[in-house]
């Protein structure tokens, strides 16, 4: 006779589904109702070729948060985001150089009254943003923490999301992920199209007027040095020169004296003059 097989029990079989079922630690996280995105302000410069600027998550976490959490900005490529882990403790934190590995990596760090929850322009606080890739010299300081703010090797696409984290690096909350991010391109010269032909219609209109207007100011400054150095080309006559022998003298008009005054005159007399004194008693 064989030995019967002991069935296990319900509550064993409980046990065993309980532990196929139940989801590990990262993902039983609070979800926070929250998208980061690049933020609305009209400002220059909210996307380059390794930076990007988001909102700053203010009036977000104050309800899942305390002051001893600290919220984590978790970078990631979009094809890579879907493969991300929460670390568990603070030694497993990825610093920027996973990026280029692993496709992801955590940096500005924040603590809960970083993001007040005010208007920060009554406040005088300046615009609230986090600009992603904003120190291009954390790497090179060996001063710097190891989750620094370094630029963007690539156009992306990027997502990111924060992570609360508690003072011993387990994770409490976590934000939705973002949309794709992708970075602006720089064009190669090369590849720049010069020829006229594909231009509109207005760009030629105004290359054509400034071009114009270029040419009548360069006149207007050539007539300007022609009359100001006209001198120098065409000195002004000199006056008439009498020559006499190897004497050579200014030409002068001389007064004229009546034949019958200048009679009657003694010699050395000059008119308008005192006469000379006479000699004779």
């Not at 009554?122 to 943003?129: E, F, K, M, N, T």
């Not at 010299?137 to 001063?143: E, I, N, V």
Request: glycine share 8%; with cysteine; net charge negative.
């Amino acid at each position: 006779m064989g030995l019967s097989q002991r069935q296990p029990g319900p509550l064993l079989s409980l046990l065993l589904m309980g532990a196929l079922v139940w989801p590990p630690p990262c993902m039983s996280l609070e979800l926070i109702p929250y998208t980061p995105q690049i933020t609305a302000w009209d400002l220059e410069g909210k996307v380059t070729a390794t930076t990007f600027s988001l909102e700053q998550p203010r009036c977000v976490l104050d309800g899942h948060a305390t002051v001893a959490n600290t919220i984590w900005l978790v970078v990631a490529f979009s094809n890579a985001s879907r493969d991300f882990r929460n670390p568990q403790t603070l030694a497993e934190i990825p610093a920027f150089p996973r990026l280029l590995t692993d496709g992801h990596y955590m940096t500005l760090p924040l603590s809960l009254d970083q993001l007040p929850c005010e208007d920060p322009v009554r406040g005088g606080r300046g615009i609230p943003l986090l600009r992603v890739g904003n120190d291009p010299g954390c790497l090179a300081d060996l001063r710097e923490p190891p989750f620094c703010n370094t630029p963007l090797p690539s156009p992306g696409p990027y997502r990111v999301k924060f992570l609360l984290m508690d003072a011993s690096g387990s994770p409490q909350a976590e934000t939705r992920w973002s949309d794709p991010i992708t970075l602006h391109q720089g064009k190669a010269p090369g590849s720049i199209d010069t020829w006229p032909g594909r231009r509109s219609g207005d760009m030629i209109v105004i290359a054509s007027i400034l071009s114009s207007l270029a040419g009548l100011l360069l006149l207007a400054f050539l007539a300007a040095s022609t009359v100001r150095f006209s001198s120098l080309w065409w000195p002004e006559d000199v006056p008439e020169q009498l020559r006499i022998g190897s004497f050579k003298g200014k030409r002068y008009m001389t007064h004229h004296i009546p034949p019958t005054e200048a009679a009657t005159l003694p010699v050395g007399y000059e008119p308008g003059l005192d006469p000379l004194p006479s000699l004779s008693p």
